[in-house]
């Protein structure tokens, strides 16, 4: 059995994963250097149970956050960061979501065949938008370790 198919290791590696990464952005970033991240740990949610009577569990709101402003220069920089380091994990789906970027919101997804997912999600400073970056964690139904 994989490691991740367990759920408090999966929980488990994708927090590790999204703060690493976003130790990278601060080393890489200058304005993010030195930042305090706004950490949310998520909550569990528990789905219907299966024909054996067990439960699986999803993790959703893992979340780091910090409000600043950030240029496009720092998107690009942002964008090769995630795309070379996600490539390298569990979620080597990588996508650039641009339907929103003519208004300063830029969004990158990485997804892991069985729908765990990590998005960054960054709005530049306009009229329409509080300037921010945030990483935000979607850990998919697992079992957890006692139910195996």
């Known amino acids: 059995m994989d490691n991740l198919d367990i759920f408090e290791n999966a929980c488990k590696y994708f927090l590790e994963k999204m703060t690493e990464f976003k130790e990278i952005l601060s080393s890489k970033v200058d304005s993010l250097n030195n930042k305090d991240w706004i950490l949310s740990k998520g909550s569990t949610k528990t789905c219907k149970a299966d024909e054996t009577g067990k439960k699986k569990r999803c993790k959703v709101g893992l979340n780091y956050g910090l409000k600043i402003e950030l240029s496009v220069d720092d998107v690009d920089i942002i964008w090769n960061e995630f795309s070379s380091f996600f490539t390298k994990t569990y979620v080597e789906n990588?996508?650039?979501?641009?339907?929103?970027?003519?208004?300063?919101?830029?969004?990158?997804?990485?997804?892991?065949?069985?729908?765990?997912?990590?998005?960054?999600?960054?709005?530049?400073?306009?009229?329409?938008?509080?300037?921010?970056?945030?990483?935000?964690?979607?850990?998919?139904?697992?079992?957890?370790?006692?139910?195996?």
């Open 94 to 148: 990588i996508e650039r979501i641009s339907n929103n970027e003519e208004i300063a919101r830029y969004e990158f997804l990485a997804r892991s065949s069985i729908g765990d997912e990590i998005r960054c999600t960054i709005y530049l400073a306009n009229e329409w938008n509080i300037p921010q970056i945030g990483l935000l964690g979607f850990v998919a139904p697992r079992y957890k370790k006692n139910d195996y």
